[in-house]
């Protein structure tokens, strides 16, 4: 088997207000692993993500992607926020090509063109952001990410801002990206089902400090069927582990009930 | 005098319906025609009275008389010097004032230090009326072109370096870590996030620092000229003719507003991304 393509080791997080979002956190993702972090708010689920996009250091500990430290934003990182974060006075196309102009225009414009049809959105290029339903633009998003073919995809709640029906298909579309490439993907969720529908493993964060409660591994085989069974099952099964992790913090936020 | 009456209407004209439309204005209300007349009513009024002899006309003279006066002064070919002397001082002074303002803005917005060492003092400058500085300028810079420019520009700097100040200080945490993610070096964040982010600032900055040249041109020729419209206004006041006076503030009306479109014209291809414009479409 081949190198990690993450590795997060006994990483600790203090923000200068003295707040410690992360205390000793450490995880391995193998190449092509897709791995869901849920936890509650304040818990430090965006933060972990942060770090391991460059765009805050770490205090203490250390992360590597593909064998480099990070210590800033890497060429083989791409991340999706939760909000589409697309540049207002760019078109579709510019925006998916924004991080290729090294690249000649004829083959920046081929992998741009290519990669929003992989994204669903043949023919948008030429439309303004503000023109964009909330579902299209994050998949714009997603496609700036791709296109640069990173190794690591990172995405911070990237659907919750949709509603059901969008998200659902997202998701399923997600994992259509995945599967063509194959990137190992870190996804930041509060919500249960999500990560159960994505993840090979599921991390569980407990907050103040945030650090790992629990990991948990999905059984149910792809493609998974929402309402199947098996699926009930590991969602019963993922909820347990929570409520046990999450049982010697009396008086502290409880997971939040509304997201499951 | 065609020349004259021209440009007037496409200006007036095309700045009323864009203005009728970016408000959200019903239909009817949004025509050229509906915002003349009022106008065209109270100079036909005033027209009517002066010739039936109700009013005297000496001291607001009746729109025959200035246009004639405008046609008078257009024929000598002195209207063109005037306007051009003026013009010319305007676009200097303002070339002058976007020029510092900009650079003194984009310094301040974009370094906490500068902004704390800088911005204090010209706030404190800010709040000094321009005018008052004409006695010192014209000491410094003489009774000529240089004293009449400095005013200008700075009346032109304020509101330039604010806008400037206050768009780059106020562009979107968010937007600007894509750059970061896309490892944009220092100067290709500022080209290709921060610049066209304050854009639509900017162009409303650079409209009212026009605005603003264009009143303080007028204060600048009172301070003694020998051409400009404000020459005009001045000589109008000296020798007791208002259809000089009220003729050169039409031309400030016309330049002014022409003037201005013209700058929105030139920068909105550069906005075609903005929500507002497509209302336009």
């Known amino acids: ?260 | 005098m065609t020349t004259l009456d021209h440009p007037d209407e496409t200006g007036l004209a095309g700045a009323a319906s864009r203005d009728a439309g970016a408000r959200g204005l019903p239909g009817w209300l949004s025509g050229v025609g509906v915002g003349l007349v009022l106008p065209v009513a109270l100079a036909a009024g005033w027209e009517l009275a002066v010739a039936s002899g109700l009013a005297g006309g000496r001291l607001m003279p009746p729109p025959s008389r200035i246009f004639a006066t405008l046609v008078d002064l257009s024929g000598s070919g002195e209207l063109a010097r005037h306007i051009t002397a003026t013009v010319w001082r305007v676009l200097v002074g303002f070339a002058i004032g976007v020029v510092a303002g900009t650079a003194a803005g984009a310094l301040a917005g974009y370094s906490a230090i500068v902004r704390r060492l800088v911005d204090p003092t010209l706030q404190g400058l800010r709040a000094i009326p321009s005018i008052a500085w004409v006695p010192l300028f014209i000491l410094w810079l003489g009774i000529f072109e240089e004293s009449k420019i400095a005013l200008i520009a700075v009346g032109v700097f304020f509101p330039v370096y604010l806008g400037v100040m206050a768009a780059i200080a106020s562009v979107d945490r968010k937007i600007v870590e894509v750059g970061r993610v896309f490892r944009l070096s220092g100067p290709a964040l500022v080209r290709r996030i921060l610049l066209p982010a304050i854009l639509p600032s900017y162009v409303v900055a650079l409209r009212s620092g026009l605005g603003l040249g264009w009143m303080f041109v007028v204060a600048a020729e009172f301070m003694g000229a020998s051409e400009g419209l404000g020459y005009l206004l001045v000589d109008g006041q000296q020798l007791g003719k208002p259809d000089q006076i009220v003729a050169a503030i039409l031309v400030f009306a016309v330049l002014g507003k022409l003037t201005d479109a013209l700058l929105a014209a030139a920068t909105a291809p550069f906005l075609r991304w903005q929500d507002t414009v497509e209302t336009a479409r």
């Open chain 1, 1 to 260: 088997m081949s190198a990690a393509a993450v590795t997060i080791a006994a990483l600790g997080k203090t923000y200068p207000n003295g707040t410690r979002a992360l205390d000793a956190v450490s995880l391995t993702l193998a190449p092509g692993e897709i791995v869901a972090v849920v936890g509650g708010s304040g818990c430090g689920k965006s933060t972990l993500l942060r770090v391991l996009a460059g765009l805050d250091r770490a205090s203490d500990g250390r992360v590597s992607v593909g064998g480099t430290p990070v210590e800033g934003p890497h060429p083989a990182v791409g991340i999706v926020f939760q909000e589409p974060r697309l540049l207002p006075w760019l078109n579709v196309a510019d925006n998916v090509g924004f991080g290729l102009v090294t690249l000649p225009p004829a083959e920046r414009r081929a992998r741009v063109a290519e990669t929003l049809s992989r994204v669903g959105l043949v023919g948008y290029g030429r439309r303004w952001p503000r023109e964009l339903s909330g579902g299209q633009a994050q998949r714009v998003a997603i496609a700036r990410a791709l296109v640069t073919r990173p190794s690591v995809l990172l995405l911070d709640e990237p659907f919750s801002a949709l509603d059901a029906f969008t998200r659902a298909d997202l998701q399923d579309h997600l994992l259509d990206l995945w599967a063509e490439s194959r990137p190992t993907l870190l996804l930041v969720t509060h919500d249960i089902e999500e990560a159960l529908v994505l993840a090979d493993r599921v991390v569980v964060l407990k907050p103040r400090p945030g650090r790992i409660a629990a990991l948990h591994d999905v059984a149910v085989p792809r493609p998974r069927d929402r309402v199947s069974p098996e699926f009930e099952v590991e969602k019963r099964a993922l909820l347990a582990t929570l409520g046990r992790s999450l049982a010697r913090t009396p008086g502290e936020e409880a997971f939040p009930a509304a997201a499951i």
